[in-house]
């Protein structure tokens, strides 16, 4: 006969209710562990999915996620003509707030370098990659964008062509893919009021400087956009991507460009690592505090919980005692509540889990290993947590079945 | 002492505390009843009744003497000669004044578990729980919850549980204190009737002197001390323990047995 289960059925709403309250917690904890992989899975995500092999960024930057990095464009050709180099790409990212339907829609924007790259890689869950140079965007469904909806940034209206999953900058953000092109035209978008007002302050200048007034086309070449100016410089990059041919040693082709003095090189490890350890760490640090803060407390709260439940069962184990039952039955009749307790407990965390941390507005990812990990340390504290009560339950004596 | 006694005790004496708060619950208490024998315990609240049978019961071990169960030495004082719980399991069944039944069990389960803690298979012990269930008379509560019965009722329950393992010993501390005269009666005669029947020692503390014809020889307790009584003069069952000199007498007064002090002192 199980005394355990035969106990847990008398009082099943009161045990129930418990297990559910565990459980609860438990989700939390999952959660937090979930979040945590979330961040390290975000923050890694575009340099995994990106395929790139070296990252060339400003010299003496950890760019473009760590810190600020701007490279002019022409890198891109410099870069290529380095033996062993397949292909290099621009690349752009920057993260930008905008009203939409009356709310805040914060997104990572993120340059794809047409035609080289017109988001083939990316993990759509509906539409299609980019099929033109301007005005068309994927965007990551946590954003909440529709298909073939047009969201307006800058002067510019684009069309949602396609929607990813999954794809979230390091600080949670969902991405849009847009054009290299595109996504500098938002960066660098200036009201009109701005520009007549540059313009006016050009045309001053153009009034007063010898050398507008010596030579009259240099002053209409100014009321042009800054961007069309051919003595200005375009609007710069904020990495290129490179990837090395099949069998090329990526640190030799690093080591050449590495030798330039305006850029710095990161391997994907290194970019990784720099992304893990610098962005992430604090982050990870703190989820990794509270993961054990809430487990302790669980702990905690179990133990306080089997010690209830054993106190309201003392008379019957005394009676058991006077009965005969050896320490073993008595034993077991807790240790079975506690694993049941923290085994049930986990099944609703993650149950309840699966349901709520969707709608978690960062991403919760659950690895089996994290999973395997929480039910080999859930069942370790329910058998700590259940030893109060079994220390109090072997104190009874038999002939306290005989009081009140 | 007789070695066929199912019982038997030794100059028991069980002393709490120490020095100023020393306090003699039970003195040189000798008690022998035989296999088969139903034996009364009388005496008011604080008398060491209880004291008494949880000694004899292996659950509050005495200060000094000996306690014998079917011939064999178990305890010497505090120290045990045998493993108590494992003994307590196999050969000593208890019935209280509370049925003491586990609440998370239902009736059958109450008189299984004590089945399956000797042993048996689940298997079995449902059969003969059942079985004594229904030689008790409750069977159909069978699946009853302790709440779910009556005070009757769950004190029969409480009589299977211990005859669950036929006991070579029962101790029943007021076991009819619960019960109208009419259940009293009814819970007495089934312990002289299984006493008889397993060839059990039974000690019975009490209180009601209502059914006091029942039992084979009467013992009386006052103030620690224990005063064996005569053989029941209605049922003339009882036997002494023999190698003790017992001067007084038990005497039926309006159908209750009182204990009436000899010219002696108490038996030591």
Do not use: C
């Not at chain 2, 089945?115 to 298997?123: A, D, K």
Request: charged residues 20%; positive net charge.
């Amino acid at each position: 006969m199980n005394l355990a289960a035969k106990d847990i059925r008398h009082n099943l709403g009161r045990f129930a209710l418990t297990v559910f309250g565990i459980g609860m917690l438990l989700m939390i904890v999952m959660g937090m562990g979930g979040i945590y992989r979330g961040l390290v899975e975000d923050a890694t995500l575009l340099v995994e999915r990106i395929g790139a092999d070296l990252w060339i960024v400003q010299r003496d930057t950890r760019g473009p996620f760590a810190e600020v990095s701007r490279v002019p464009k022409t890198l891109v050709y410099r870069v290529l003509a380095v033996p062993s180099v397949e292909t290099a790409r621009e690349f752009v990212f920057h993260t930008v707030q905008r009203e939409h339907n009356g709310k805040p829609l914060r997104m990572s924007v993120l340059g794809l370098s047409w035609p080289l790259d017109k988001g083939e890689w990316l993990p759509l869950v509906a539409g299609r990659p980019l099929a033109q140079n301007h005005y068309e965007m994927v965007a990551d469904k946590t954003l909440g964008l529709r298909l073939n909806e047009r969201i307006k940034l800058g002067k510019e209206t684009y069309t949602i062509v396609g929607i990813t999953s999954g794809m979230a900058s390091t600080a949670g953000d969902g991405m849009i893919f847009v054009t290299v092109w595109d996504s500098q035209a938002i960066q660098f978008d200036t009201p009109g009021e701005a520009m007549r007002l540059e313009r006016a302050a050009r045309d001053r200048r153009g009034r007063t400087e010898d050398i507008f007034l010596s030579q009259p086309i240099l002053t209409e070449q100014l009321s042009r956009p800054t961007a069309e100016l051919p003595a200005v410089a375009s609007p710069e990059l904020s990495a290129v991507v490179v990837r090395v041919a099949p069998g090329a040693d990526p640190d030799a082709a690093a080591a050449t460009i590495a030798s330039w003095g305006d850029v710095s090189v990161f391997t994907k490890a290194g970019q990784e690592e720099l992304l893990l350890k610098g962005m992430v760490d604090k982050s990870r640090r703190q989820l990794g505090m509270f993961r054990t803060l809430l487990t302790i407390i669980a702990a905690i709260i179990m133990a306080l919980i089997l010690y209830t439940l054993t106190l309201d069962k003392l008379h019957s184990i005394a009676l058991l005692k006077l009965i005969g039952a050896p320490d073993r039955t008595i034993l077991g009749l807790i240790l079975q509540q506690a694993i049941v307790l923290g085994g049930v407990g986990y099944l609703i965390a993650y149950i309840v889990g699966q349901k709520l941390f969707p709608y978690f507005p960062r991403r919760v990812v659950l690895t089996n290993e994290d999973l395997l990990q929480l039910v080999v340390i859930v069942l370790g504290i329910s058998v700590l947590s259940s030893f109060l009560g079994i220390w109090k339950a072997m104190r009874v004596e038999p002939n306290e079945s005989l009081m009140g | 002492m007789n070695e066929s006694l199912a019982i038997e005790t030794r100059e028991l004496t069980k002393i709490y505390g120490s020095g100023h708060t020393e306090v003699v619950a039970m003195r040189d208490a000798s008690v022998g009843v035989r296999g088969g024998q139903v034996v009364a315990l009388l005496g008011p609240s604080g008398a060491g009744k209880s004291t008494f049978l949880t000694a004899v019961g292996l659950i509050n071990p005495p200060t000094s003497g000996q306690i014998l169960i079917g011939g064999l030495p178990v305890l010497d004082g505090p120290i045990p000669l045998v493993n108590l719980r494992s003994f307590r399991r196999k050969h000593i069944g208890y019935v209280f004044q509370k049925s003491n039944l586990i609440p998370f069990l239902s009736a059958r389960e109450n008189v299984q578990v004590a089945l399956e803690l000797n042993g048996s298979s689940s298997r079995r012990a449902r059969h003969r729980a059942l079985e004594l269930l229904e030689e008790l008379g409750v069977a159909e509560r069978a699946e009853n919850g302790p709440s779910m019965l009556s005070a009757g009722e769950q004190q029969r329950v409480a009589i299977a549980r211990a005859l669950a393992n036929q006991p070579s010993v029962i101790l029943a501390d007021e076991p009819t204190a619960a019960l109208d005269s009419h259940r009293g009666r009814q819970v007495m005669e089934l312990f002289r009737g299984v006493a008889h029947q397993h060839g059990a020692g039974v000690i019975v503390v009490t209180h009601d002197h209502r059914t006091l014809e029942v039992f084979d020889m009467i013992y009386e307790m006052e103030d620690g001390l224990i005063r064996q009584g005569s053989s029941n003069a209605t049922t003339d069952r009882g036997q002494g323990t023999g190698g003790q000199s017992l001067d007084f007498s038990v005497k039926r007064v309006r159908g209750v047995f009182r204990w009436k002090p000899g010219a002696t002192g108490p038996a030591t």
